[in-house]
T-cell receptor, first 115, second 113 residues
Framework: DARVTQTPRHKVTEMGQEVTMRCQPI?????VFWYRQTMMQGLELLAY????????DSGMPKDRFSAEMPDATLATLKIQPSEPRDSAVYFCASGLDSSYNSPLHFGNGTRLTVT | KNQVEQSPQSLIILEGKNCTLQ??????????LRWYKQDTGRGPVSLTIMTFSENTKSNGRYTATLDADTKQSSLHITASQLSDSASYIC????????????FGTGTLLAVQP
């Protein structure tokens, strides 16, 4: 079964440190999403790429967050500097944009704890 | 404001029983409505996707319904199993260039033996 792979699965870091999360989308998918999930807010969209081009990053705090797709097999989400309020589970998802009715496939997330 | 609201927030049922989860939305324009199942510590997994013209769609013991006029959807689980214990998330795709997905906060289902 093809799947979205996220690394690392868990990350504990101190406030002020840089955090990089990586995602390998499913081969052939041309849309990639980054979401953040907390108990209070549920799933929030941080960034959306189509054919590696960023289309929507309005949900991302731009002073500290950045998202890139250096190539079709890798998407990254960076936080610099990290803050305790960034503690959450970060999900990457990929899909086929050829049909708006195609499902998104999620990775199993990176659980980030900032102390 | 585009919103997706789910009820109940949490639910406990006995193994073998049926249950129905509700989703109301105010997203416009509307493209499709999705139900996802999220197990603890895992990413959401798609169960069903319904477009405007579809009233019902099944995936095994899961049956989703959609009333686009009242902007309501339900997910019915038949003959529940312990493995159905999870969070069920309703997601509405708004139309437009980015096909933005609006997520509900989920219903946490616990199936007890």
């Amino acid at each position: 079964d093809a799947r979205v792979t996220q690394t690392p699965r868990h990350k504990v870091t101190e406030m002020g440190q840089e955090v990089t999360m990586r995602c390998q989308p499913i081969l052939g998918h041309n849309t990639v999403f980054w979401y953040r999930q907390t108990m209070m807010q549920g799933l929030e969209l941080l960034a959306y790429f189509r054919n590696r081009a960023p289309l929507d990053d309005s949900g991302m705090p731009k002073d500290r967050f950045s998202a890139e797709m250096p190539d079709a097999t890798l998407a990254t989400l960076k936080i610099q500097p990290s803050e305790p309020r960034d503690s959450a589970v970060y999900f990457c998802a990929s899909g086929l944009d050829s049909s708006y009715n195609s499902p998104l496939h999620f990775g199993n997330g990176t659980r980030l704890t900032v102390t | 404001k585009n919103q997706v609201e789910q009820s109940p927030q949490s639910l406990i049922i006995l193994e073998g029983k049926n249950c129905t989860l509700q989703c109301n939305y105010t997203v416009s324009p509307f493209s499709n409505l999705r139900w996802y199942k999220q197990d603890t510590g895992r990413g959401p997994v798609s169960l069903t996707i319904m477009t405007f013209s579809e009233n019902t769609k099944s995936n095994g013991r899961y049956t989703a319904t959609l009333d686009a006029d009242t902007k309501q959807s339900s997910l019915h689980i038949t003959a529940s199993q312990l493995s159905d214990s999870a969070s069920y998330i309703c997601v509405v795709a708004g139309g437009g260039a980015t096909n933005k997905l609006i997520f509900g906060t989920g219903t946490l289902l616990a199936v007890q033996p």
